[in-house]
């Protein structure tokens, strides 16, 4: 009997909706597994099994990338360093002071109103650099560039070098983040003035990674499939993802090669790119990226950054920047009414 | 006997009755669920219809110059989506959207004030706005997973906007992608989009709308391979009633498919910027 009225509820099932044994892997997925009632999940789960990284986390802090000079080898400070530390480094980030005369208060136009206050904190644990390896908390030393790509840097430079005068030619003197094309969207993900918020959405087979500044959503498959051909590259790369135990591990390829598009100038063909994302607690998930590339650096290296679940009061907003970029024009018509009156410094 | 089975069979006709639109074209159909037995819209998913050249009726149209793009820039024919036809236009709108369509392929960002005052925002690479990111000749990503939020992610400009479920609060500030707040009306998400900036076009025949635009979309699952799409569009500002579009989404189902960068900027800078650079006018 029992056996019957499962046969008659496939049946019921299959011809109501006929072509279901198509249905796309992570539909059939999600509907297959359920968690049995009598087994109690480990904390910080997806219904479907997966470590749950969803949510809005901010990376801002103080702590600098690369552990400054004259604060020893330390790698962790005691609580009273930390506070010292972290002090001056609120003082060297602030805009507000007024102690470097007229130009660099011009720089410091974007000024603490725009501040995350979160940006002015070391890290919880009081660590002096975010590099965790090489132990001195420094980038590695850099490989001697090819004739091509020390033209290219020494281009980039004199571009940046006329903007920052005042005196851009054209909008290609301007960085990609002051064009619109890429801002704190392309890996690795690094703290900065603002907006340092990322929303992670998860769905079966899928991470997705949405950082408000630039409105892009970085879709992660976990399913194994081959990156994209290497004639097809992406100003944001090409990335895939896997679980290591709780860990998702994620690498990025296929970048474009556009100046400016891979972190710190590396070669676009040899850079390669490791982020690991593990949730620790409620309220933390850790940030680890390694990046290597034998054509910049003399060897590899990692970072740890602490991303805080941000207040749920607290809300992803839209980053339009293109839409409004009045400073583009801002700039150049500056630039030609200053040539036409002779200046050019 | 067989008790467990009648009911689910019950619980099932119970849905598929109230299940809305798809009735008049598809089989019943009970799509899977997520873990929290809403159907599961997770997908790559696009149109076929060409309303992005025009909500209406339209002929196959030459692009803005021929004579540069020949028959590259030129426009598919296509049937209206738009329910009973027209859009309800107050009259003196209709005399807008002829000025919009004529300066369609124009820009002129000499001035801050009259940044947005011509070209299709498309034209320029900026956000769509709902509804049109959805007919774009291009595809979207719907994200859900087990949060209260579920993610658009749209292939045109990397635009994306974040669906709150069943939430209270109203738009902050108007943005080019709009607040979006869901529901479940059965197995249909439906979404209420306000709080849009009143730049953004519907096509490229220039239809438009005010700040006031509130679009109610409703996707239902019809098959594992198409969505309804309905959505209706009120504005007060520019329309005499609200009105109504529909029209498919089908899943895109490649191997390995997956949502690509339209990232437009770059095509539009000379464009924008060109003429502002050392060399222009020489």
Known sequence: MNRLCILAGLIAAV????????????AQKAASKGTPAAKKPPAFRTPWGEPDLQGVWNDATSTPLQRPGGIGTKDVLGDEEAAEFQAQLANDLTRDRRDGGPEVDVNRAYNDHWMDARRLKITADHRTSLIVDPPDGRIPPAVPLSPERQKARAERAAANARFNAGLPDHYTDMSLPVRCIIRTDSPPYLPTIYNNDFQIFQSPGYVTIAPEMIHSARIIPLDGRPHLGKNLRQWLGDSRGHWDGDTLVVETTNFRTDDGVTFQGSNPETFKITERFTRVDATTLNYEFTVEDPKTWTKPWTAIIPWNKIDPAEQMYEYACHEDNYDIVHFLTGARAREKRGETK | MCRRFRTALLVLAAIVSVSPAAGQQFPQYRPPRMADGHPDLNGIWQALVTANWDLQDHEAQSGPHPEVMGAYGAGPAGQ???????????????EKKRQNFEKRATADVSSDKKWHEIG???FKCYMPGVPRATYMPFPFRIVQGSSPYILMAYEFTSATRIIRMNWKGEAPTPSWMGWSRGRWEGDTLVIDVTGQREETWLDRAGDFHTEELHVVERYTPV????LMYEATIEDPGVYTRPWKISFPLYRRLEKNVQLLEFKCVPFTEDLLFGRFGKEAGK
């Open chain 1, 15 to 26: 011809s109501m909706s006929p072509i279901a044994g198509q249905a796309p892997k992570s």
């Open chain 2, 120 to 122: 299709d925002p498309e």
């Open chain 2, 80 to 94: 209206s989506i738009v329910e009973g036809g027209e859009i309800p236009y107050q009259a003196w709108a209709l």
């Open chain 2, 223 to 226: 098959s594992p391979y198409h």
